[in-house]
């Protein structure tokens, strides 16, 4: 167990609608990574957060958004689905604002659009 | 950009066997690398990784060297064991993104019958 939290496991929903993925890091990690895995595209980095500031950004689509909250969940969301977001969506955290050390993933949650 | 590159799998080995996963890059400056893995239904946990030329990274048997003149960090283990099954992913993080996120490569099947 990383004792990194991510719900829901899993999610199936449809075109053109909205959800939110949550994600707990580890206690006492401030950085909060997500990332997705595709089988067309691989893992790709989305977006960091440290300690609730938005730190680095990758290959994230508009349509998607993401905040670091106080306590220091961190919640994805995804809006205006389509099939092609279907995906297992990782978040990490670290202890560090830049990391040299490792990071701590999830479990994922798989994301069904239909 | 930075890119690494796996060697496609699935990989299939016998117990015991020696196991070698081909890894190169691509980046500017002096990445750090990675090796992680993600068992069935699992987030990827660090296996190893090296920070500068010519570390050699180690953990449950496995290694890899970190070799700058051929741009590579293949992943090596003497004798592999059925647990060793999984997904093996190399990544690396580059100082031009101020190491905060991972470039990974697509990942290889490793599949070992007893």
């Known amino acids: 167990d990383s004792g990194v939290t991510q719900t829901p496991k899993h999610l199936i929903t449809a075109t053109g609608q909205r959800v939110t993925l949550r994600c707990s890091p580890r206690?006492?990690?401030?950085?909060v990574y997500w990332y997705q895995q595709s089988l067309d595209q691989g893992l790709q980095f989305l977006i960091q957060?440290?300690?609730?500031?938005?730190?680095a950004k990758g290959n994230i689509l508009e349509r998607f958004s993401a905040q670091q909250f106080p306590d220091l969940h961190s919640e994805l969301n995804l809006s205006s689905l389509e099939l092609g977001d279907s995906a297992l969506y990782f978040c990490?955290?670290?202890?560090?604002?830049?990391?040299?050390?490792?990071?701590?993933f999830g479990s994922g949650t798989q994301l069904s659009v239909l | 950009g930075d890119s690494v590159t796996q060697m496609e799998g699935p990989v299939t080995l016998s117990e015991e066997a020696f196991l070698t996963i081909n890894c190169t890059y691509t980046?500017?400056?002096?990445?750090?690398l990675f090796w992680y893995v993600q068992y069935p239904g699992e987030g990827l946990q660090l296996l190893l990784k090296?920070?500068?030329?010519?570390d050699k990274g180690s953990n449950k048997g496995f290694e890899a060297t970190y070799r700058k003149e051929t741009t590579s960090f293949h992943l090596e283990k003497g004798s592999v064991q059925v647990s060793d099954s999984a997904v093996y992913f190399c990544?690396?993080?580059?100082?031009?993104?101020?190491?905060?996120?991972?470039?990974f490569g697509s990942g290889t099947r490793l599949q070992v019958q007893p």
């Open positions: 990490a955290s670290s202890p560090e604002d830049t990391f040299n050390e490792k990071l701590f």
């Open positions: 206690s006492g990690d401030l950085s």
């Open positions: 957060y440290y300690n609730g500031e938005e730190r």
């Open positions: 980046a500017t400056g002096y990445p750090s």
């Open positions: 090296a920070t500068k030329a010519d």
């Open positions: 990544a690396l993080s580059s100082p031009d993104t101020g190491r905060r996120a991972l470039t």
